[in-house]
C-alpha cells in the first residue's frame, strides 16, 4: 500500500502573524507518509505562508508542527536537508549546463562526490538526457525544466518533497506527464505536498485541503468533497468555498 498509516507532517493550532494581520489562523491537519497532499487557496489565503512555516523559512507565531519528525521551531535547519523543495521557477540556473545544475544541487545538500557523480549518471539516464547532459539548462523545453527541477529536488532522497505551484504557465498535455513523474515518486513512497491553481489537477490528489482567509475551511479526499458540497468537479467546490 502506497499510503503509510503514519503522520509525516502534524500541524496543530499553527498561526502566523504580521502585526495586527493574521496570514494564517490556527489551521490543524495531518499529512500521512506516501500521500499526495493538496494545499489549495486563493492568492492572499496564507497558504504560502504555511508552507513557508513548514519548511523552515518562517518562525510560527504560535502553535505546533513536525515535518519529517523535525520540531518546525527547534529543527528549522534539520527539516531544509530532510525535505526537497521545487518553486514554480524551478529554481534550475540557464547559465549552468544540464549537468552542472545536478552536480551544484547535490554540492547543496551535501552529497559526497561519489554520491553526486552516481546521482547525476542516474538522472540523466533516467530522464534521458545524457546526449545533452552538457548543454545549458537554457536549451531545454519548459516540459523538460520542470522534470528536471524536480528529480534533482530529490537527489538527496527526501522523504517529503514540497511543490509550490509546480505545473504554472506548462500547457495541458506537459502537465499531465509531470503528474505521471509525481505519482511514479510517490509510488516509491515518498510524500508530496504540492500547492496548485489548476483544478484539475486537485483531482490527482489523495486529500485536499482548502484555506480561505488564512482557516483551512475543508479537508477530504476530492470524491469526498464534491459529495459534500454537492458539486460536479473541484473547481465548483473551490468557488463555493472562495465565496
Known amino acids: 500500500m502506497r499510503i503509510e498509516n503514519k503522520n509525516i507532517i502534524e500541524v496543530e493550532n499553527l498561526t502566523k502573524k504580521f502585526g495586527d494581520f493574521t496570514a494564517v489562523n490556527a489551521i490543524s491537519f495531518t499529512v500521512k507518509k506516501g500521500e499526495i497532499f493538496g494545499f489549495l487557496g486563493a492568492n492572499g489565503a496564507g497558504k504560502t505562508t504555511a508552507m513557508r512555516m513548514l519548511i523552515g523559512l518562517s518562525i ?8 519529517a519528525n523535525f520540531d518546525i521551531y527547534k529543527e528549522a535547519e534539520k527539516i531544509k536537508k530532510n525535505i526537497g523543495y521545487m518553486s514554480q521557477k524551478f529554481s534550475l540556473y540557464n547559465d549552468l549546463t544540464i549537468r552542472e545544475n545536478i552536480r551544484f544541487y547535490g554540492g547543496i545538500y551535501g552529497l559526497s562526490k561519489s554520491e553526486i557523480k552516481q546521482k547525476t549518471e542516474k538522472i540523466l539516464v533516467d530522464l534521458d538526457l ?4 552538457n548543454k545549458l539548462v537554457d536549451s531545454l523545453p ?36 509531470f503528474w505521471e513523474t509525481i505519482y511514479d515518486a510517490a509510488n516509491q513512497g515518498r510524500t508530496i505536498f504540492v500547492t496548485t491553481h489548476y483544478m484539475d489537477e486537485v483531482e490527482y490528489c489523495d486529500r485536499v485541503s482548502i484555506m480561505v482567509d488564512g482557516k483551512i475551511e475543508a479537508l477530504d479526499t476530492p470524491k469526498n468533497l464534491k459529495k459534500q458540497f454537492q458539486a460536479t468537479n473541484m473547481n465548483d467546490v473551490f468557488l463555493k468555498l472562495a465565496r
Not at 510560527?60 to 515535518?67: H, L, N
Open 60 to 67: 510560527p507565531t504560535s502553535g505546533t508542527g513536525k515535518v
Open 142 to 177: 519548459l516540459g523538460w525544466k520542470q522534470r528536471l527541477s524536480f528529480a534533482v529536488s530529490m537527489i538527496h532522497d527526501p522523504e517529503i518533497v514540497f511543490l509550490d505551484e509546480p505545473t504554472g504557465g506548462v500547457d495541458p498535455y506537459v502537465r499531465r506527464q
Open 130 to 133: 545524457k546526449s545533452v547532459a
